[in-house]
């Protein structure tokens, strides 16, 4: 496993064609932007699960568990309360 550092730096989850490139891969050593790589070198066909979960755990760090991360056109945007609309709203329970 590869050590990767984010204390130089916060990472944007809006600024790469996948959320996930915002962080290093623990596994291959990517740097943030750079797509895995196969140890033989070549490009990967899928970004690395270890990637995504680590990319998960510093958004949820960064923007809290509610937040989600959302397509717009050709790029990506935050909406701080991504989940909360998808819970159920007092209003939608039904008492019998």
Do not use: N
């Not at 916060?10 to 915002?22: M, N, S, Y």
């Not at 923007?63 to 050709?74: I, L, M, T």
């Amino acid at each position: 496993m590869i050590f990767c550092s984010y204390h130089r730096f916060k990472p944007d989850f809006t600024a790469h064609r996948h959320p996930v490139l915002a962080v290093c891969c623990p596994s291959c050593g990517s740097a943030p932007g750079v797509w895995c790589r196969r140890p033989s070198g070549h490009r990967a066909s899928d970004l690395h699960a270890e990637r995504g979960a680590d990319a998960d755990r510093v958004f949820i760090e960064q923007h809290g568990w509610e937040a989600s991360v959302e397509r717009d056109g050709d790029g990506w945007i935050i909406d701080p309360r991504g989940r909360a609309s998808i819970r159920p709203q007092p209003e939608q329970f039904s008492l019998i």
